[in-house]
């Protein structure tokens, strides 16, 4: 029943229910790969380890903090190694690099969620324009106006008001992920920086993280 009156609905709505449908399914993908990717990501984080890593660097002892960030599948460990392998030349670009890189991960897709918000819309003024256009065409004609005209009506309201539902559909989840960003990115940068002052911290104790060497340890 409730089928029927979605296909019924579907088909009043006029040729232009069609790109407006894969824009929805378009939206509903994205917005599903999105969602699994954070999904991922919070599997993936390790606190305790994390923490068992920072006072591990703080003490120095950079061949525990280098066996348990490397391989890990924690993104803040997997970080802390990228830049303990980089040491010798500069720790934080290379942590800085690698952050920037999950950042790009974390905001895939997101330019296809914003362009169907403003998409959506205006496929439903399209819907609109067109089905006004096929009302006037009938004006004339006295015997076929009234019915051709509600009809026209019909077909730009149903063509509007799904236009809006899929950009409320988006704009939703869309500034979810962008608040998800920024909090990964603030998070990632306050890693960085407590990673710095940890090894500036173990070097004035005399462990100095250069003349470490991760090949060696692994040995």
Known sequence: MIANIVIETFIEGGWVMWPILATFLLALCAILDRVFWWMQLRASLRPA??????EAVGTGDFAKAWKLADGSADPYLRNLAEGISHART??????QLDAMRLI???????????TLITQAPLLGLLGTVVGIMGSFSFVGDESLAPSKVSGGIAEALIATACGIAIA???LLPYNFFRKRVSSLRGSLERWINHSELLVKSAKEHGHDLENFSPNKSTR
């Open 49 to 54: 380890e994390q923490e068992e890593v920072r």
């Open 90 to 95: 500069s720790m934080l670009a290379a942590m």
């Open 104 to 114: 790009e991960k974390s905001e895939a897709r997101m330019w296809v969620i914003s």
């Open 168 to 170: 409320i559909l988006c």
